[in-house]
């Protein structure tokens, strides 16, 4: 709907006659701005821009989620209604062992984006399923923990601190399983699929999911954890 | 097997739900059998359900809303006849039902009825002025609106199984907890808000991604239009609010089901920390209202007075900044918890502040309209209006932005007089405004004017004559939500009040009158040139309805108010730019998906509020499969071949030349 191929002195003419008070602001320097990334002027980005820059608010909507319950972490730490302490619960060689197994599934999550952008079927699913495995020790370690406590009569019901934090952690811990099953149905659609458009997106998605987790759990393991287990 | 659900789940002893209930299912019927008889279901199928067109989409939203705003319209009908019934006597309604009419009244006006209204305009508006063709994610819209659809659902089920929540719109604890509410009501309002909630955020995303990466050519931020501003800071603020809300209904959920300690009275839970989270979301949510109406309103006043938007650069900033204040403010709602003078100051002092932006926003509309040509159509009308009325509830707003006089007024008729003030007369008046306004856009013809005229004047009027009465109460001490009334001296002032409902009752028939007389009359009412109100952004380039492609070719913007630019052009150099050339273009397939989703997550509420365990296990695992299998189609989009757009927009050019010949004939030509 543009007229093109008018002497510039016309278009300025114009441009005047179509906005005496210069509402219009344009840009006063002259660089062209970078197609494709649908920053400025340049008409829409592309699907994989905006795939990954909805899945990012995604997360951002997720973090705010996990804040709450940190923040009712922080409100409840020494509700404790006669119970045990949070330095009574932590068992911190377990949770090192957590941790370093997430962390590792976030590098190898990493290697086999990598493996992606190579196009490697085969590293791919390897360090996929490698980073599925770390996540199942992780989680299997965290129902262990849950387990152990609640044989030890500590449960959420006991007080307002349990509660905060069996949340907390377990909200995470749905998190990581639900990436798991994401991870599984990333596995299967790339062994059918191979790398389809569609697929390489979703797996842009996964990984910055996992990563999140991630991020999320230092946050956990730092404040229930570390702080905790010093109280 | 059926888990808390048995037949005397139906209120078989209470006739007023149980008559309402059974004239709705017949109702429903009805039009389920209509439909049937007609034919028409592969036709709703295949053009709508399925449907993952932003238009479609928006306007199904709207329905919705609509209908909504009609049972939240019922539900205060009752509210204020059993308070004008109720003085020193018990009224027709008993406490434990009154009581579910209050929560449901607001639960449903704000959540089903004013929200997907909101979200209904920003799907249908937003795309088509950012010159684009659908939004960021259109399946994933879809999902969206179906969510929200069967959460609304789940609600009206309340009426007829089981119960609502008695506890107020938001269900602070510790009345909400099993102890003081063993009942499913409290469970129905926690999984449909949930369920809407995550509806929501699906929207949110969807219209940020869509603001912020899919504008057209040339469209810079500061060439987009208000509404597009306003849409994205109110889907910003989803983004960041709906969060907490499902966070905090999830942890009232756990203290329910499972006997856990967040909000309990007992045990080291903290009730009040479900005030401030949920006020942390409740309050962000006012605005994600709000600044949509904003919008609205910055859309129709250049329009209607032919002027360019006086002060555009300061509506954004005044946007922005009301964005980012209504998440500090949130504490305003409980000055009483005792948080002490210094936290009380910081959130009176935020709290006034944002009346500063909102202030610049009033002023700017004002002065678009001096000096310009003003037509005082329909839209307009609801426009001036809102200036009139919101400026009061603002002021009503300051003065319980001050703490000290907040503790006299705190929960009483005045903050209810004051919050409708706000409600009613800024997101009420603009979703009025809006439909009147984008009507034509989506049908292809206008609403006839005569009746919405009659609509807006009893609106305005009735609403003044019912909530100004209210304010006197609250101030002479009566506090919201009384079943009955003790004092004889608030009578005079409860019976105005129920007279202005019957005013608002006449101004719904007007809009339903105007509604049916322009289907009828429709042939008369077309709107062939695509532009009915020489509007000035792009969606009134395109014709009415638009295509399901929007936009042939994707426009390329030179200026603000895009699509006035061109129409200068066009009237002053007498013809349309020269004609482009067409390319096949790429659009989204339909999927069942979303219906699919919705109908399962309606289950699965279902069987949670009824603690039917299998049923639930076995719909989340439905969803999920229905999820894998649309993850695991190949096509995702279909082509459009370039025959078919250039037929569309030789069709749509042809209007255009015709109308530009019309004027010419009328003097317009240079």
């Given at each position: 709907m543009t007229d093109t191929g008018l002497p510039a002195s016309v278009a300025a003419l114009r441009r005047i006659r179509e906005d005496p008070h210069r509402l219009g602001h344009r840009p006063h320097d002259g660089r062209e701005p970078v197609q494709g990334i649908g920053m400025g002027t340049t008409g829409p980005a592309h699907?994989?821009?905006?795939?990954?820059?909805?899945?990012?608010?995604?997360?951002?909507?997720?973090?705010?989620?996990?804040?709450?319950?940190?923040?009712?972490?922080?409100?409840?730490?020494?509700?404790?209604?006669?119970?045990?302490?949070?330095?009574?619960?932590?068992?911190?060689?377990?949770v090192a062992i957590e941790t370093t197994a997430l962390l590792l599934s976030s590098y190898t999550c990493m290697l086999s984006f990598a493996a992606t952008n190579a196009r490697n079927v085969l590293w791919t699913q390897v360090f996929l399923f490698l980073t599925g495995l770390l996540g199942l020790v992780f989680v299997l370690l965290e129902a262990w923990e849950f387990y152990d406590l609640a044989s030890r009569g500590i449960t959420p019901q006991r007080s307002g601190m349990l509660t905060a934090f069996f949340g907390l952690v377990g909200l995470h811990g749905v998190h990581v399983t639900a990436g798991?099953?994401?991870?599984?149905?990333?596995?299967?659609?790339?062994?059918?699929?191979?790398?389809?458009?569609?697929?390489?997106?979703?797996l842009i998605c996964f990984n910055l999911f996992w990563h999140a987790l991630d991020i999320v759990w230092i946050g956990i393991f730092t404040v229930v954890y570390l702080i905790g287990s010093l109280a | 097997m059926f888990g808390k659900l048995s037949l005397s789940a139906i209120p078989w002893s209470q006739p007023i739900p149980l008559i309402t209930s059974f004239i709705i299912i017949l109702i429903l019927l009805g039009v389920l059998v209509l439909v049937t008889v007609k034919g028409w279901w592969p036709y709703l199928w295949r053009e709508w359900i399925t449907s993952v067109d932003h238009k479609r989409i928006?306007?199904?939203?709207?329905?919705?809303?609509?209908?909504?705003?009609?049972?939240?319209?019922?539900?205060?009908?009752?509210?204020?006849?059993?308070?004008?019934?109720?003085?020193?006597?018990?009224?027709?309604?008993?406490?434990?039902?009154?009581?579910?009419v209050f929560s449901a009244h607001g639960t449903i006006m704000i959540l089903f009825g004013a929200m997907p209204l909101v979200l209904g305009l920003m799907n249908f508006v937003v795309p088509l002025q950012l010159g684009v063709r659908d939004v960021a994610f259109p399946t994933f819209n879809s999902v969206g609106f179906w969510l929200t659809a069967s959460a609304a659902l789940l609600v009206n089920v309340s009426l007829f199984v089981g119960e609502f929540a008695r506890?107020?719109?938001?269900?602070?604890?510790?009345?909400?907890?099993?102890?003081?509410?063993?009942?499913?009501?409290?469970d129905y309002y926690l999984w449909a808000v949930q369920i809407s909630g995550i509806g929501t955020l699906i929207t949110g995303i969807n219209i940020v991604t869509t603001v912020l990466k899919m504008r057209c050519h040339g469209m810079s931020y500061l060439r987009m239009p208000i509404f597009c501003w306003t849409a994205l800071a109110s889907c910003l603020l989803i983004v960041a609010a709906f969060p907490i809300l499902t966070a905090t209904l999830a942890m009232l959920t756990l203290d329910r089901y499972l006997g856990w300690h967040y909000f309990t009275n007992t045990a080291g839970g903290n009730p009040m920390m479900f005030v401030n989270l949920v006020w942390a979301w409740g309050h962000p949510e006012v605005?994600?209202?709000?600044?949509?109406?904003?919008?609205?309103?910055?859309?129709?006043?250049?329009?209607?007075?032919?002027?360019?938007?006086?002060?555009?650069?300061?509506?954004?900033?005044?946007?922005?900044?009301?964005?980012?204040?209504?998440?500090?403010?949130?504490?305003?709602?409980?000055?009483?918890?005792?948080?002490?003078?210094?936290?009380?100051?910081?959130?009176?002092?935020?709290?006034?502040?944002?009346?500063?932006?909102?202030?610049?926003?009033?002023?700017?509309?004002?002065?678009?309209?001096?000096?310009?040509?003003?037509r005082f159509e329909v839209p307009m009308l609801w426009s001036m209006g809102f200036i009139f009325t919101f400026i009061i509830g603002g002021l009503t707003g300051v003065?319980?932005?001050?703490?000290?006089?907040?503790?006299?007024?705190?929960?009483?008729?005045?903050?209810?007089?004051?919050?409708?003030?706000?409600?009613?007369?800024?997101?009420?008046?603009?979703?009025?405004?809006?439909?009147?306004?984008?009507?034509?856009?989506?049908?292809?013809?206008?609403?006839?004017?005569?009746?919405?005229?009659?609509?807006?004047?009893?609106?305005?009027?009735?609403?003044?004559?019912?909530?100004?009465?209210?304010?006197?109460?609250?101030?002479?001490?009566?506090?919201?939500?009384?079943?009955?009334?003790?004092?004889?001296?608030?009578?005079?002032?409860?019976?105005?009040?129920?007279?202005?409902?019957?005013?608002?009752?006449?101004?719904?028939?007007?809009?339903?009158?105007?509604?049916?007389?322009s289907i009828r009359n429709r042939d008369r009412l077309r709107d062939i040139t695509g532009d009915p109100w020489d509007g000035r952004s792009l969606e009134w380039s395109t014709p009415s309805p638009p295509p399901f492609f929007n936009f042939a070719v994707m426009p390329n913007v030179e200026g603000e108010e895009a699509y006035w630019g061109i129409k200068l052009r066009a009237i002053e150099t007498q013809q349309l730019s020269p004609e482009p050339n067409y390319q096949p273009i790429e659009m989204p397939l339909d999927s069942p998906v979303g219906f699919y989703?919705?109908?399962?997550?309606?289950?699965?509420?279902?069987?949670?509020?009824?603690?039917?365990?299998?049923?639930?296990?076995?719909?989340?695992v439905?969803?999920?499969?229905?999820?894998?299998?649309?993850?695991?189609?190949?096509?995702?989009?279909?082509?459009?071949?370039?025959?078919?757009?250039?037929?569309a927009d030789r069709a749509r050019r042809e209007a255009r030349t015709a109308i530009l010949a019309r004027l010419s004939q009328q003097g317009a030509a240079p």
């Open positions: 699907k994989r821009i905006i795939v990954g820059y909805g899945f990012w608010i995604f997360l951002l909507s997720d973090i705010v989620m996990f804040s709450c319950f940190f923040a009712a972490f922080a409100v409840q730490r020494n509700a404790t209604a006669g119970g045990p302490t949070m330095a009574e619960i932590v068992d911190l060689p377990r798991g099953l994401w991870l599984a149905t990333m596995m299967a659609q790339v062994l059918v699929k191979g790398f389809r458009r569609h697929i390489i997106h979703r | 928006g306007v199904m939203y709207c329905l919705l809303g609509v209908v909504m705003l009609i049972r939240g319209f019922a539900d205060a009908i009752m509210m204020r006849s059993q308070q004008a019934l109720a003085i020193d006597a018990p009224g027709y309604l008993p406490p434990e039902h009154y009581n579910q506890t107020g719109w938001l269900p602070y604890p510790p009345l909400s907890e099993t102890t003081y509410s063993p009942g499913v009501g409290v605005y994600i209202l709000v600044l949509p109406a904003f919008g609205v309103f910055s859309e129709i006043f250049p329009t209607f007075s032919g002027k360019p938007l006086f002060g555009y650069r300061s509506m954004v900033v005044a946007t922005l900044f009301i964005c980012i204040v209504s998440m500090m403010v949130w504490l305003h709602h409980f000055f009483t918890m005792g948080a002490g003078a210094a936290v009380n100051t910081f959130f009176g002092i935020s709290s006034s502040i944002i009346a500063v932006g909102t202030g610049v926003k009033i002023y700017n509309w004002i002065f678009t309209m001096y000096g310009g040509r003003v003065l319980l932005a001050v703490p000290p006089a907040d503790f006299l007024t705190h929960n009483s008729m005045f903050l209810v007089a004051h919050f409708h003030n706000v409600i009613i007369g800024a997101v009420v008046f603009a979703i009025f405004a809006a439909l009147e306004y984008w009507f034509p856009k989506a049908f292809g013809f206008r609403l006839d004017g005569r009746w919405g005229t009659a609509a807006f004047w009893f609106a305005f009027v009735g609403f003044w004559v019912t909530f100004a009465p209210l304010y006197m109460l609250g101030l002479g001490g009566m506090t919201r939500r009384l079943q009955h009334i003790n004092f004889p001296e608030w009578a005079p002032w409860l019976y105005v009040s129920a007279a202005g409902v019957v005013i608002l009752i006449l101004g719904v028939i007007s809009q339903v009158l105007e509604l049916v007389l989703t919705a109908f399962f997550s309606f289950v699965f509420g279902f069987a949670m509020i009824w603690y039917i365990w299998w049923l639930a296990i076995a719909a989340l439905a969803a999920f499969a229905g999820f894998v299998v649309f993850a695991w189609r190949d096509e995702h989009e279909f082509e459009v071949s370039a025959d078919e757009v250039a037929r």
